[in-house]
Structure formats: C-alpha cells, structure tokens
C-alpha cells in the first residue's frame, strides 16, 4: 500500500508561480513511477509529469518548459515546480504512484495503482 498526500495548492495571479508536493508514504517507492495528474470539472484526468527513482522524466506537450516535476528520494517526496501560470491550468492537481512491472503508458490513469485526495490551484487572471 502506498499514501499520498498533496499540498501546496493555492490561489494565484497570471504569470506567477506554485510549487506543489505530494509525500508518500509505504511501500518500497524505488518501485513505482511518481506522476502528476489535473482534472477540471467535467473533463478527464490528464498527465502531466513522471519521474522514475532512477530518474527518467517525461512531461506533457501542454507544460513542457513551464512545469518541473523533482523527486527527493530520502524524504519520499515529488514536487511540481509550476511557473508561467495561466488561468487554464486552474484545476485540482492529483499525484499519482504506478508500479514499475505495471502494464500501460506512463501518461494514461490506468497505469497508476494509488492517488492522492488531490489539491486546488486556481489561476486568476
């Protein structure tokens, strides 16, 4: 079993900054791929970084250059670093954990065992 816990959501201006963090907690964490998911109200949750323990990275098309996505693997846990914010990334931000062995894309929901409660960031403009 593995525990996620986000924080760092928040309310901020166009054009600034947000560092969200998910700390996990259980199993052996070298043996899952960390990722951060968004949802908006009536939409699909969609990928937006991961980051292996050995450090592989992949991000979305859509923050690739804006978003940053670190991993402290002593203390366990993932950070989104978010800059250039837009108010179309207001959403609830989600991490997730995938097994290693586990089946499917790395950027699809399917592949992630466990989530977070999720955390609110809301862009103004």
């Known amino acids: 079993q593995v525990a996620l816990v986000e924080s760092g959501g928040g309310l901020v201006q166009a054009g600034g900054s947000l560092r969200l963090s998910c700390a996990a907690s259980?199993?052996?964490?070298?043996?899952?791929?960390m990722a951060w998911f968004r949802q908006t109200p009536g939409k699909e949750r969609a990928f937006l970084a991961s980051h292996t323990w050995a450090g592989g990275i992949n991000y979305a098309d859509s923050v690739k250059g804006r978003f940053t996505i670190s991993r402290d693997n002593a203390q366990v846990i993932v950070y989104l670093q978010m800059s250039s914010l837009k108010p179309e990334d207001t959403a609830v931000y989600y991490c997730g954990a995938a097994a290693v062995w586990g089946s499917g894309s790395y950027d699809s929901t399917r592949r992630y065992n466990y989530w977070g409660q999720g955390t609110q960031v809301t862009v103004s403009s």
């Open positions: 259980g199993q052996l964490l070298r043996n899952y791929i």
